[in-house]
């Protein structure tokens, strides 16, 4: 593949063109704040809003589990497990306060506060 360091898309300058893969490609897009981010609201195929997302937050903070979840939306059971994992919907877990902690291979949400303490001790 053959990559554009000025991204013009018709220029045939050598000195402007690069050989790459399709990865390097896409780092290259990156790393000059040319790709806009996927996740949440920004997700044209998304099938809930900001709103719903921080329902279902509440819903895992009140000890429900993904399947009980997932009856209530239009979501399957993994993509329940995405947001409790914190890897979708970031920022409506944050505006609400919602954290993510690791441990022993397990993700427990905690509060915003508990991760501050633990930071300062």
Known sequence: MVCHKCDVTLCINPDHLFVGTAKDNMQDMISKGRAAPQDGSNNGASKIDR????????????????????????????????????????????EIGFCHEAANDETTPVSKQTLLDRHLK
Do not use: C, D, V
Request: glycine content about 6%.
């Open 51 to 94: 709103r719903q997302a921080q329902q279902i937050m509440g819903m895992i903070q009140m000890g429900m589990n993904n399947t009980e979840i997932a009856e209530h939306f239009p979501l399957t059971h993994s993509q329940i497990s995405s947001i409790r994992l914190g890897k979708s919907w970031k920022e409506a877990a944050y």
